[in-house]
């Protein structure tokens, strides 16, 4: 579907959990991606992220922000 990226090894993912639509966030903590939260909605998502600070992902975004597999 799609992933932003963010700050500090943000990445927030659209995805399908349970038949249902879901937005994961997900940081990167000493090399591992760690669950923040499985988020309903975009409202949801900014309660644990600035939405502000996120851009879409591609390789170049994914190799600024320090992602893994980038």
Do not use: K
């Not at 990226?5 to 591992?32: F, K, M, Q, S, Y």
């Amino acid at each position: 579907m799609g992933i932003w990226l963010g700050p500090n090894g943000i990445e927030v993912e659209a995805l399908v959990v349970n038949d249902r639509p879901c937005l994961r966030v997900t940081r990167l903590v000493d090399g591992e991606r760690t669950l923040v939260a499985d988020c309903a909605d975009v409202r949801e998502v900014g309660r644990h992220v600035d939405l502000a600070q996120l851009v879409m992902a591609d390789g170049d975004e994914r190799r600024r922000f320090g992602h893994i597999g980038a």
